[in-house]
């Protein structure tokens, strides 16, 4: 479930050759069922499976795309009924489930490779469970603040380096008539991020984890100091009002015409924000500031994952079809700012020129000494998470009915993790 | 000589030929009957099988007896949806006076009525999902039209949809919006076919507004209010596309009904809980039995009265 800075330099400074192995030429069929239904995702996915193709003339690939969120149903249904070879999934717990139906393929032989062992080293930990690995990873982005530099510089205000320069910013910002930090609760989710952060930075990543896996009360006082933290930021009017309103694409209309200074969110954010007119002047990211001094830092970085299906006919295709996403070149072209835009999985490739992926690889690799979490719904189990998500937008909007909620939350940890 | 046509029919006929009068009419039915079991019938004894497993969809699934529907009396997040499922019920039911009151205004012949009363049916063509979408940007806290309005008449900005008191009542009156014009459509129907007779009648004894409304039109219209008052629970009880446009059943889970609570818990992106989805639904089967009983009750009774 994390990735170490030893381990990712270890990996940078491992192999960077892609060691192709020269098997025998596949035939039959290879069914790719994809969740990457955005028109860039898409594409990058449709030309790199062409490519794929074109080097196995042999194989006749079937691919089909299926809409983002419907994906996360519809798995349930053709995992056990009616499987492709390979498909698209999310590591860490997020994986869980199936893993324990067991109706995804062990692919431990694939880690096993050099060509694997060596350059993927730091996802590693994400895709085991039960010290087996279930899936190759094909792209990760991190989470930090994004935030108005032209607003910044106008303040005359720096990228705070701990909690009090953070409020400190924070009230300037208020005082010029300006919100801190934009969020859009009405999916939850993004509730979850702030708290990964806040949680992380106040207790760091191993008890971040106990909470995840049950070994830790939400009663529990450390998790309530995680908790004042935050609403020391609520309390000062540091978020939009009426989040509870929008989706986070709502949510960004507000960094974009200046009423909020920041958001915290992860690096696919970019994206829509550059479209909506914010260039590389106006717009800049920084890690999420230290809050108990000391505390090693620790990062969200979400991985997206590719898995075998126990019950897929074609296994041989599959894992040469595996081996092929996550060689050097493929990962440096597929996660390019022209295609995925996002950070290559593979210590051979090359991150694309791109202020904010460099950024985001300098941060990971080199100040993420406490680890590398998945993301709140992907590090906790569904059900636990999808409660406390809840929760926690409710603690947005109503802070005092905090002890109410960790109550509840409480209760469902006692099911979940029985 | 014995052979004589009289005879041949007086020999033994077939099995069908014999019942022919008793089969036939079970012949006619039995495709629908063989449907109605294997899609209605089957589907509900399933569900209620479930209801008792602790099952995550893919895994094997474990008898628990009872404990689901125990949970359930325990959870506070399913009594909120109990009773907004009531409030529902309540309230979508304005739609039937609502759609009267409309039909009794536009049932006049003025130059363009039939524009004027198209206009009025509009909503109900319209697919929920926009008609969510629109309420949805109605109700924005800044931008939207409800607090542009408020504003001008000094009232302070209301956050209809982020305010877990007054979320589902937001809901309930854009669902009323196109309901109301489908009990209007419903009525205006059944003014043609009030008798002018008996209007004339009570017009000579001196019968007139709300009188006349009460006792004459109303007792005519009995069937139109029968259908809407069918079709007005019918909606109110599926009410789902609705949340799951406007609030996706937050802010905090406050709008949520049982039909989204089951959905949630059982199919959604986090949902794992096939048993326990299964038990919610079972619960809301027994409310919709009650109202299923009353309608065929009532309707068998009017057979009777025939």
């Not at chain 1, 050759?17 to 030429?25: D, F, G, I, Q």
Request: hydrophobic content about 45%; charged content about 20%.
């Amino acid at each position: 479930m994390r990735f170490t800075t030893k381990s990712m330099l270890m990996a940078l400074a491992g192999s960077t050759m892609l060691a192709s192995s020269a098997t025998a030429e596949l035939s039959g069929d290879l069914k790719i069922f994809l969740d990457t239904s955005n028109p860039a995702p898409r594409a990058t996915m449709e030309k790199m499976i062409a490519d794929f193709g074109a080097e196995h003339p042999g194989l006749n690939i079937e691919t089909t795309v299926i809409d983002r969120e419907a994906y996360k149903t519809q798995i349930r249904n053709f995992l056990t009924a009616d499987s492709p070879d390979v498909a698209t999934w999310y590591a860490a717990n997020r994986m869980g489930p199936y893993v324990n139906a067991g109706l995804f393929e062990d692919v431990s032989d694939l880690w096993a490779e050099p060509a694997i062992a060596d350059n993927l080293a730091s996802t590693k930990g994400a895709m085991t469970i039960d010290g087996k690995q279930w899936g190759v990873p094909y792209t990760y982005y991190q989470w930090g603040i994004y935030y108005r530099k032209d607003i910044y510089e106008e303040l005359g205000l720096n990228e705070p380096a701990n909690f009090d320069e953070m409020k400190s910013n924070c009230q300037a910002i208020l005082d010029s008539g300006r919100k801190c930090y934009t969020i859009g609760t009405k999916f939850l989710w993004t509730a979850g991020g702030w708290f990964d952060y806040l949680n992380m930075r106040t207790h760091g990543f191993d008890f971040h984890m106990e909470l995840a896996n049950g070994g830790v009360k939400w009663t529990d006082d450390r998790v309530k100091q995680t908790f004042a933290n935050w609403r020391e930021l609520i309390d000062m009017g540091a978020f939009v009002d009426n989040h509870q309103n929008y989706s986070w694409q709502e949510s960004l209309p507000f960094i974009v015409n200046g009423e909020a200074a920041a958001i915290l969110k992860g690096n696919f954010a970019v994206a829509p924000l550059r479209e909506a007119g914010l260039d590389d002047s106006k717009l800049d990211f920084y890690q999420f500031p230290e809050i108990t001094p000391g505390i090693a830092l620790a990062e969200d970085a979400p991985t997206d994952t590719f898995h075998i299906p126990a019950n897929a006919s074609n296994k041989e295709a599959a894992r040469e079809f595996l081996r092929f996403v996550v060689s050097a070149n493929v990962q440096t072209e597929i996660n390019n700012g022209a295609n995925l835009g996002q950070l290559p999985v593979n210590a051979g490739s090359a991150v694309d020129n791109d202020k904010f992926l460099n950024e985001g690889f300098t941060m990971l690799s080199e100040n993420s000494p406490g680890g590398v979490a998945q993301f709140f719904d992907r590090d906790f189990p569904a059900e636990m998470a999808a409660e406390a998500m809840q929760g926690l937008q409710e603690f947005m909007v109503f802070p005092d009915n905090l002890d109410d909620i960790l109550k509840r939350l409480d209760k469902v940890q006692e099911r979940v993790y029985k | 000589m014995t052979d004589t046509p009289a005879e041949q029919s007086a020999a033994p006929r077939g099995w069908y030929k014999r019942n022919e009068i008793a089969v036939t009419p079970w012949l006619f039915l039995a495709p629908a009957i063989l449907f109605f079991a294997f899609y209605v019938i089957w589907p509900i004894y399933q569900s209620i099988m479930i209801s008792f497993y602790d099952w995550d969809g893919l895994g094997e699934a474990r008898f628990i007896g009872m404990d689901n529907y125990v949970e359930l009396m325990d959870d506070g997040a399913f009594e909120v949806s109990l009773w907004n499922n009531l409030k529902w019920l309540l309230f979508y039911l304005l739609a039937i006076p609502g759609g009267l009151f409309i039909a009794l205004f536009l049932n006049q012949t003025v130059t363009g009525i039939r524009i004027y009363k198209s206009l009025f049916f509009f909503p109900f063509v319209l697919s929920q999902v926009v008609v969510g979408l629109v309420f949805s940007w109605f109700y924005l806290p800044n931008e939207g039209l409800l607090n542009g309005v408020l504003g001008l008449v000094g009232l302070g900005p209301v956050n209809v949809l982020g305010d877990p008191t007054l979320a589902t009542y937001g809901i309930i009156a854009a669902g009323l919006w196109p309901q109301t014009a489908y009990c209007m459509i419903l009525y205006l129907t059944g003014l043609n076919a009030v008798d002018p007779e008996q209007i004339e009648a009570g017009r000579l004894d001196n019968a007139k507004g709300w009188k006349m409304l009460w006792y004459i039109i109303i007792p005519q219209l009995k069937p139109a209010t029968f259908i809407a008052f069918v079709v007005t629970i019918i909606g109110a009880l599926r009410s789902f596309d609705l949340i799951s446009i406007m609030t996706n059943g937050g802010p905090f889970g406050q709008t949520r009904v049982l039909s989204f609570y089951m959905f949630e818990k059982a199919l959604s992106e986090y949902g794992f809980r096939m048993g326990y989805g299964a038990a919610i639904a079972v619960v809301l089967f027994l409310i919709m039995l009650v109202f299923i009983t009353y309608f065929l009750w009532s309707m068998w009774k009017e057979e009777k009265a025939r």
